[in-house]
Antibody, heavy 122, light 113 residues
């Protein structure tokens, strides 16, 4: 079955960097686009970024463009989110999710991980 | 594209029906004839689960008491008979925009009476 396991969350000071990982199993990772979505405390879901199956195309939400970088390693079945210049308002649970296809829009996410908590605080 | 859900909170007795509305600021009808509107259920401590895609297709394994309808800018998720396991927050999500800028509704919290 499809499984997505995020890691790398923790407490970090404002202005610092953090890299999240998402290990995929149960499907052919290299054939699917992937997404990062977050949920701030008490808030709803916010889409952050997506990446095509072959890393040829990436898109970002305006709120993270220029600060966050999505990438993937198909040989390791791993998705990454490099976050820099972190702000207090980046505090959230970060989910990785599989795209229903190779990544081209229009589209949607069909499977999600459990999420990893990132707390940005001094 | 802004999605507006209503109500934001819903309390329903077991076995009773429930309905959630999602209104989009722009039409979600693609030239291919599909409405790119999805419904997810986020239960506490679990990952969000896809329930409905392209407005009315049930995801694999989703009980048939869940149904989606609508087109253009107005969509509805219906639960024919609410069960205890249906509690959580329901989100609609649009996946039409190109370049991608996926957006979610505010969420509707379903509780059992």
């Amino acid at each position: 079955q499809v499984q997505l396991v995020e890691s790398g969350g923790g407490v970090v000071q404002p202005g610092r960097s953090l890299r999240l990982s998402c290990v995929a199993s149960g499907f052919t990772f290299s054939s699917y686009g992937m997404h990062w979505v977050r949920q701030a405390p008490g808030e709803g879901l916010e889409w952050l970024a997506d990446i095509w199956y072959d890393e040829s195309h990436k898109d970002y939400a305006d709120s993270v463009k220029g600060r966050f970088t999505i990438s993937r390693d198909n040989s390791d079945n791993t998705l990454y989110l490099q976050m820099k210049s972190l702000r207090v308002e980046d505090t959230a649970v970060y989910f990785c999710a599989r795209d229903r296809s190779y990544g081209s829009s229009p589209s949607w996410m069909d499977y999600w991980g459990q999420g990893t908590l990132v707390t940005v605080s001094s | 594209i802004v999605l507006t859900q209503s109500p934001l909170s819903l309390t329903v007795a077991l076995g009773e029906p429930a309905s959630i509305s999602c209104r989009s600021s722009q039409s979600l009808l693609h030239s291919g004839g599909y409405n790119f509107l999805q419904w997810y259920l986020h239960k506490p401590g679990q990952p969000p689960q896809l329930l409905i895609y392209v407005a009315s297709d049930r995801a694999p394994g989703v009980p048939d008491r869940f149904s989606g309808s609508g087109s253009g800018t107005d969509f509805t998720l219906k639960i024919s008979r609410v069960e205890a396991e249906d509690v959580g927050v329901y989100y609609c999500m649009q996946g039409l925009q190109t370049p991608p800028m996926y957006s979610f509704g505010q969420g509707t919290k379903l509780q059992i009476k």
